[in-house]
């Protein structure tokens, strides 16, 4: 069924959230928000699909966006902060998913930067973007994808994906999710826009089991390298110590477990 955005409302506090405009198929939320004139836009503002047909995920994959059957969505901020921390919205987003299917007894697992996993595969992500306007931020695209009536995935994403519905055994009401991750959201903006990033992070940790374990990450410059998740920094950049101690930091990548350092 489509979201009821009158229901969302009902469930939702006060909060930064402006509009909630729903379209019922989009190629993709973020595409949309991205290309909107600045007149129709303003900080607060989402963007839903029902469906969504050039669903976009991170490193250039697709999103599957099947019809009625996620949340596919897309909150506009504009941040008047440098590009350095946009990273950290990225989080705030993962973040506020976590928890809001907390609420409904789902511990699902941060795998930074981006992904929400439960028993390691992927029931949620987010994808922000930013437009600018030469050295000025218009405005970031903080774009969310959450896995939540799927039954079943396709063939090729079965081994990697799983739903809400698919944990539970059960339907999942949208309208209240919906609406506890927009909440959760404007609570950390405003913990963000106050410069309180180390609050952020420490929540951040709490829910990733990737610390202190071994891992492989392949960066966004072709680099590869093993060592051991000792930090997020105030940033958002994944801070990785070899064995010999050296610590080096990383703004983006792919990290998986280190499957030989659990061998012994
Ligand atoms: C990822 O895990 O790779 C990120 C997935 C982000 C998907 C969401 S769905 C709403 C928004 N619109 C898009 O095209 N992508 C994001």
Redesign the pocket.
Known sequence: MKVDIKGVKEYMNNNIIEELKYFDS????????LNMVSSKIQEGDV?I?GE?T??????K?N?Y?PQYL?????IIVKPAKDFERIPLLTLIGALSVQQAIKNIKINSDLKWP??ILYNNK?V????SQFRSDGSEIDRV?V????NVNQREFPEELQDNSISLRMIKGTVIEKEKLLADILDNFSDFYKLFKDGEYSKIICSWKKEMSMLNKQIIINSSNGNKMKGKVVDISNKGELIIENTKGVKQKFIAGDVSIDKNSLRF
């Open positions: 989009v190629t993709s939320t973020n595409e949309l928000a963007i699909g969504q050039k669903g976009r995920g991170r490193l994959r999103w966006s996620g949340l596919w969505f897309s981006n992904d992927k949620g992500g987010v994808l695209v774009g969310i994808g959450l």
